[in-house]
């Protein structure tokens, strides 16, 4: 079976998924009408990996959404653009986040941000790159938070939801920027859950949420959301197969309430510095 790929793509990183290099560098609709799957509990047999959610502060309560469309609508304005540029190795690479409050904070892979000198946020379609000041990540995780200054009516927090409630076939949508095609709607079900992937350090990340809901190199640090348009966790990784490093149904998340613990440890100074 083909290596599991973050879902970053680009001439620092050799062949691992995340953002994709705008150097190589929308909206994609689904039916409506999703259906609230209820399987049962955990799949078995892939990697599942962990995320990081966001503060405590976060908003929590359901918009209530229940179509793609609605849900786009709903919650694509929260959904950024994140370019980073690389201090060493050279080149900008692109990838997903999503803001969690009126402060500013936005949620992010480490792997997108990670070893970059500036990170520029774009807040909406057509708005203008904002600097991004990296609070801290944590790569054992996979998490990273932001924080832009921006006037709030530009900021549209993606409200949170809870990832210890997700089911195996519950309908999901992922939001993000695959091959730097901006604020992508995909949708699917949760394949499995209690996957097992691997951090970009090596270390394991347990309870990942599987997906077949289309996700690229770009998607990663974007919002995978339920039914009701709550973020139940982060696109981060994808399986591919043979030489391809594009979708092959098979992608991974980060729970939302592993993000949430990671954010939390960072904002009150017992999580990780800035990478």
Sequence with gaps: MARIRRTLKGSIGAGIAGGVI????????????????????????????????????????????????????????????????????GGTATGSGFVIDHAGHVITNDHVIHGAGVVDVRLGPNAPPVRARVVGSDQSTDVALLKVNAPRRLLHPVPLGDSSTVRVGDSVVAIGNPFGLDRTVTSGIVSALQRRIQAPNGAPIDGAIQTDAAINPGNSGGPLLNAVGQVIGITSQIETGGSSSGNVGVGFAIPIDTVRQVADGILTGTGSVPA
């Design 22 to 89: 705008v150097s190589l560098l929308g909206w994609a609709a689904f039916a409506a009408g999703l259906v609230a799957g209820s399987g049962p509990g955990p799949g078995a047999g892939a990697h599942p990996t962990p995320a990081a959610a966001t503060p405590t502060s976060t908003p929590t309560s359901a918009p209530g959404p229940s179509t793609v469309a609605s849900i786009y609508r709903h919650d694509g304005r929260g959904v950024v653009f994140v370019e980073a540029r690389r201090r060493s190795a």
